[in-house]
């Protein structure tokens, strides 16, 4: 059987692509490595009742065309408000920003009158900006070396965009693409509790420091997140974040698609420089008219296809593209709710994001011993408790609770141990304990009790997440959301369009425009593209 489309990887943007071919009328199928779909969008029972969003674990970034033209809703995709991020500071005291402004703003006067009302003027200014930039997100990267018509008539679009906004605006807009969060948010705050935990939105997925360059944008990026409408807001999905993956296949199914799992791709058949088909690690040989990878650049071409059928210059802009995974994840499966020093006791604080992130030097010392080859012993944390707005995740009376942390540097030194790939896995798999240890003793610092709590930990490393994942070098985003790797640079100069220098063979995953996250943007987009050229 020859199928219209044959898509690599079972994870949201690959399904999503799936979804919209299936919509036109395509004969599609979806092929996943591992025994359940979702790629880093997974939900996982690790441990006898309890239930993890393994890796990616909160939702704000999944476009509302998306969630309404495949009727998410319709096939269990439901979202749980995230109210907002409590952060625990060493000398007892916390910030604890909610979803109602106003209280938020009364929060922040405690700690600077000035600080509040420069919220006011943040908030909308950011508004601003995202207004801005949401469009990109679904437009096809125009390439600015080519005369081609519609790419040129985009570029001056978002040009004619630029000019239209108020010159603050269009400063801002300047600043976010080239500053540092911590600059960015040094010309509206003096709080460094504030700063620093905003300022960890920028360093997400990233290897930088909050004072690194290019982090601001990064801001913005977590910052155009919506649910229902709602700007800036996160949530959980009931069931963890395989929920959504499991709805987005179940409106493909709808409309189609066969799904196979533990059906991991050995190589893409290609033939006069077209791709034709794949073979399957079993030797299976499935023929299709186009096929579409939403792995990452590296494993679709570096592994899947011999680099003698790419050009030389294409290759090369493979192996430059940056991955640096720099971020592990810490699961816990608990016996009670861990009960924080600032604000003892249950509460709705503990039913929003928890952040350790109280400084900005904090934040920069966890980054200077990354930079160093080893892992944060103080280390920059985002937790959730998802047990607490969702208990189907954890048994009665039990809790769920979420870590990802900062920074996990992919390449980790080990005096004496070897060098390489196969030494650098060897030196994670001696310290993957004494990073989880790492982790629980920082939460420990601010929930003292956590220790006496914890039935089950699963650590996850970036080799972890690769190798389980294929996420190569455990990045989250398939890359680094950095200035040279955005918009018509992301993967390859010359190659954002979705497609490759393989006829027939194009990317839908978060290796291309617009990046990372559960947003599925990259897979709608590749779909239109594939169906906008291919017959």
């Not at 908030?123 to 125009?142: H, T």
Request: aromatic content about 8%.
């Amino acid at each position: 059987m020859k199928y219209d489309a044959i898509v690599i990887g079972g994870g949201h943007n690959g399904l999503t692509c799936a979804a919209y071919l299936a919509r036109a009328g395509r004969k599609v199928l979806v092929l996943e490595r591992r025994h359940v779909l979702g790629g880093a969008a997974v939900t996982e029972e690790v441990f006898p009742g309890f239930k993890f969003s393994v890796c990616s674990y909160v939702v704000s970034l999944l476009r509302p065309e998306i969630i309404r033209e495949l009727d998410l809703p319709r096939h269990g995709m439901e979202l749980l408000p995230l109210d907002g991020t409590m952060t625990p500071m060493p000398n007892g005291d916390y910030l604890w920003r909610v979803n109602d402004h106003y209280k938020t703003r009364r929060e922040i006067a405690r700690h600077s009158r000035l600080d509040a009302e420069a919220y006011d003027e943040y908030g909308k200014a950011m508004v601003e900006m995202g207004r801005f930039a949401k469009p990109i997100l679904r437009m096809l990267p125009p390439d600015p070396t080519s005369l081609e018509p519609r790419g040129l008539l985009e570029l001056l679009s978002i040009g004619k965009r630029f000019r239209g906004m108020r010159f603050h605006d269009r400063l801002n807009q300047v600043q976010l693409l080239t500053m540092s969060a911590v600059d960015f948010l040094d010309q509206w705050f003096e709080t460094d509790v504030l700063k620093a935990t905003m300022a960890a939105s920028g360093i997400i997925g990233t290897f930088l420091g909050v004072r690194s360059p290019g982090t601001a944008y990064v801001l913005l990026h977590h910052y155009m997140g919506e649910i229902d409408g709602a700007f800036r807001s996160w949530g959980l999905s009931r069931g963890g974040t395989g929920a959504v993956s499991n709805a987005i296949a179940a409106a493909a199914r709808q409309h189609g698609v066969e799904i196979r799992t533990e059906a991991p791709v050995a190589r893409i058949l290609t033939k006069n420089g077209r791709a034709t088909g794949v073979v399957l690690d079993n030797g299976d040989e499935i023929a299709a008219s186009v096929v579409v990878s939403s792995v990452d650049p590296n494993l679709t071409f570096l592994r899947f296809i011999d680099e003698r059928e790419l050009p030389p210059d294409f290759v090369e802009g493979v192996r430059r593209y940056k991955f640096r995974g720099s971020s592990g994840k810490v699961n816990l499966a608990l016996d009670a709710l861990p009960n924080f020093t600032c604000l003892p006791g249950p509460g709705p604080h503990l039913r929003g994001a928890i952040s350790i992130s109280p400084s900005i030097d904090y934040l920069e010392r966890a980054y200077d011993e990354a930079k160093y080859g080893q892992f944060s012993r103080r280390p920059y944390i985002d937790m959730v408790i998802p047990s607490l707005t969702d208990p189907s995740v954890a048994p009665p009376g039990k809790h769920v609770m979420s870590c990802f942390v900062q920074y996990a540097p992919y390449h980790l030194s080990d005096q004496g141990s070897g060098i390489g790939d196969q030494g650098n896995a060897a030196n994670w798999d001696r310290q993957r304990d004494a990073f989880g240890d790492a982790v629980v003793d920082t939460i420990a610092e601010y929930a003292p009790s956590i220790k006496d709590i914890i039935l089950h930990r699963q650590v996850l490393t970036p080799v972890d997440i690769e190798r389980d994942f294929g996420l190569t070098e455990g990045n989250i985003f398939q890359g680094e959301l950095t200035l040279e790797q955005l918009f018509f640079l992301r993967p390859v100069p010359g190659w954002a369009q979705y497609t490759t220098p393989i006829d027939r063979l194009y990317m839908c995953g978060s290796a291309t425009h617009p990046g990372g996250g559960i947003m599925g943007a990259p897979g709608k987009n590749a779909a239109e593209r594939i169906l906008r050229t291919s017959t």
